[in-house]
């Protein structure tokens, strides 16, 4: 079993900053590319971060300059800090993981549960 428990969600006013938490458990061999999309009531899942083993990141333009995707290896935890919040920010925001399985070559993506976040003007 591969399990994605992210947190760190909230009501923030705009202008505010929120840092959310996933970390990945269970029966990992290697954890190749990580993120963080959200969706929006109504809306589509978006993309908005991504980060590499090797932590080469990826933003969406929407949130280039203001959130930063990290990670920590060792942790199997990925991260994402957000500053500068607007009210077009408030999502249910979901961690992804492409994971391999201990003792095995399978590989596929796992999703967090997801954490709203709401940002009041």
């Known amino acids: 079993q591969v399990q994605l428990v992210d947190s760190g969600g909230g009501l923030v006013q705009a202008g505010g900053s929120l840092r959310l938490s996933c970390v990945a458990s269970?029966?990992?061999?290697?954890?190749?590319?990580m993120g963080w999309y959200r969706q929006a009531p109504g809306k589509q899942r978006d993309l908005v971060a991504t980060i590499t083993s090797d932590k080469s990141t990826n933003y969406a333009d929407f949130v280039r300059g203001r959130f930063t995707i990290s990670r920590d290896n060792a942790k199997k935890t990925v991260y994402l800090q957000m500053n500068n919040l607007k009210p077009e920010d408030t999502a249910v925001y979901y961690c992804?993981?492409?994971?391999?399985?201990?003792?095995?070559?399978?590989?596929?993506?796992?999703w967090g549960q997801g954490t709203q976040v709401t940002v009041s003007s």
């Open positions: 992804n993981a492409n994971i391999r399985r201990a003792g095995t070559w399978y590989v596929r993506d796992y």
């Open positions: 269970g029966s990992i061999h290697s954890i190749n590319a």
